[in-house]
């Protein structure tokens, strides 16, 4: 038995740095998703600057257009004050005078501030731009060397898997089957030491018995909480890894 559970935490050590390089691995594409995900988000903000331009520039346009036809009513109103008869007449003109004065300042204003406000947008999507372009010539340079990377790591992976594979052939079929299962319902950790009698699996304490039975390696045991497949690392097995 003793073999069998030597051969467990051999295939345990190994199948950990799969997860090792395929963490690795995920973590590249992290952070190239990230960057490619900032590139994303400002180019939608761009996209909605540009529509908000679009809206200014329209509410800008119909603000010219009644300043326009506000300066041409002043204007026709003065020349038919020469023509009036009446002081009626002309007290209505002159109202009507002060009227589109008053609208051709508000509309002139307003067309100051649509202005304003296009042109302080558009420095924000220049900027966003610039931001973007760079950004962008970056991430280029970044997924050449992750995939560079990559391809690095798959080439290392690989030879660890083929090993994996005869580490894993020599298992009898009952034991592996059960190393599979947990391997996959544990978080890729299926085989675990014990540890001043807890459990490095769930860090739960084990009965001082099967603590005993766990040493003695007669037959295959596994923590009563966790249920992964537990040995007993002595001392010196520890001083060793440190």
């Known amino acids: 038995m003793k073999e069998e559970i030597v051969k467990l935490i051999k295939l345990q050590a190994i199948d950990s740095e799969i997860a090792g390089f395929d963490n690795i691995i995920a973590d590249h594409q992290a952070v190239l998703a990230g960057r490619e995900q900032a590139i994303v988000e400002k180019q939608e903000a761009i996209t909605v600057f540009r529509g908000k331009i679009e809206l200014l520039n329209q509410k800008q346009q119909e603000t010219k257009s009644e300043h326009d036809e506000a300066g041409i009513r002043v204007k026709d109103r003065q020349n038919k004050m020469m023509q009036v008869q009446t002081s009626r007449e002309h007290q209505a003109l002159l109202k009507e005078i002060e009227e589109n004065k008053r609208v051709y300042k508000e509309t002139e204003d307003r067309v100051l501030q649509f202005i304003e406000q296009i042109e302080s947008l558009e420095e924000e999507v220049a900027t966003l731009e610039n931001l973007c372009?760079?950004?962008?010539?970056?991430?280029?340079?970044?997924?050449?060397?992750?995939?560079?990377?990559?391809?690095?790591?798959?080439?290392?992976?690989?030879?660890?898997?083929?090993?994996?594979?005869?580490?894993?052939?020599?298992?009898?079929?009952?034991?592996?089957?059960?190393?599979?299962?947990?391997?996959?319902?544990?978080?890729r950790l299926a085989v675990v030491s014990v540890n001043v009698n807890v459990c490095q699996g769930c860090y739960m304490a084990l009965p001082p018995q099967q603590v005993i039975e766990i040493r003695k390696a007669e037959k295959l045991h596994t923590c009563p909480t966790c249920q992964r497949i537990l040995y007993y690392k002595t001392p010196e097995d520890m001083a060793v890894e440190k």
Do not use: F, W
């Open 133 to 187: 372009s760079g950004e962008q010539q970056l991430l280029t340079e970044e997924v050449e060397k992750v995939e560079k990377e990559i391809k690095r790591i798959e080439s290392t992976k690989k030879a660890i898997v083929n090993q994996r594979e005869k580490e894993a052939a020599a298992l009898e079929a009952p034991y592996l089957k059960r190393y599979a299962m947990l391997l996959d319902k544990r978080d």
